[in-house]
T-cell receptor, first 116, second 109 residues
Framework: GAVVSQHPSWVICKSGTSVKIECRSL??????MFWYRQFPKQSLMLMAT?????????EQGVEKDKFLINHASLTLSTLTVTSAHPEDSSFYIC????????????FGAGTRLSVL | KQEVTQIPAALSVPEGENLVLNCSFT??????LQWFRQDPGKGLTSLLL?????REQTSGRLNASLDKSSGRSTLYIAASQPGDSATYLC????????FGKGTRLHILP
């Protein structure tokens, strides 16, 4: 089946630094990738949709200058949390679609970000 | 705007019981609906996916149904086990995926 790899799985950083999270579709080409954020004991909230080769579409309330998304190839999307602060500490999950043509999204394992 | 609601928010049942988790959505124009399991501090495990043209899907002790016209889905778990304890998320896919807030399930040994 389709596999989405997300890296790193856990990152701890100091306040003010930037953190990059990678999402890769290992055995299919992902024309669309999605990034979600999950705060403790909350559900997953869609942050943005990225299409290969074009700018990401951000959901209302998500700062595009803070959460930089790059989808430069059909197998890789990156989310960069710029100048991270403690309130950015969260669980970030990506998903990728386009592998089977059945509108199925495959999810990565997630990245837990802790900003000190 | 699509909204996904899951009821109940939390559920505790003795081991061995059958149980039903509910999910409702406001816009029936969906591609598919998916049920996930999430253990504390972990990622998502896909349980069942139902395409909009389907009525139900089964996997082992799990059965998920979909009534698109009424905007409802149920996840039936038979003969529950302590290992089933987790949060169960319902996700509706219509161009983008909208998640419910989940049902925290606790199976009492």
């Amino acid at each position: 089946g389709a596999v989405v790899s997300q890296h790193p799985s856990w990152v701890i950083c100091k306040s003010g630094t930037s953190v990059k999270i990678e999402c890769r579709s290992l055995d299919f080409q992902a024309t669309t990738m999605f990034w979600y954020r999950q705060f403790p004991k909350q559900s997953l909230m869609l942050m943005a949709t990225s299409n290969e080769g074009s700018k990401a579409t951000y959901e209302q309330g998500v700062e595009k200058d803070k959460f930089l998304i790059n989808h430069a190839s059909l197998t890789l999307s990156t989310l960069t949390v710029t100048s991270a602060h403690p309130e950015d500490s969260s669980f970030y999950i990506c998903s990728a679609g386009g592998g089977t043509g059945q509108n199925i999204q495959y999810f990565g394992a997630g990245t837990r970000l802790s900003v000190l | 705007k699509q909204e996904v609601t899951q009821i109940p928010a939390a559920l505790s049942v003795p081991e061995g019981e059958n149980l039903v988790l509910n999910c409702s959505f406001t816009d029936s124009a969906i591609y598919n609906l998916q049920w996930f399991r999430q253990d504390p501090g972990k990622g998502l495990t896909s349980l069942l996916l139902i395409q909009s043209s389907q009525r139900e899907q089964t996997s082992g002790r799990l059965n998920a149904s979909l009534d698109k016209s009424s905007g409802r889905s149920t996840l039936y778990i038979a003969a529950s086990q302590p290992g089933d304890s987790a949060t169960y998320l319902c996700a509706v896919n219509a161009d983008k995926i909208i998640f419910g807030k989940g049902t925290r399930l606790h199976i009492l040994p």
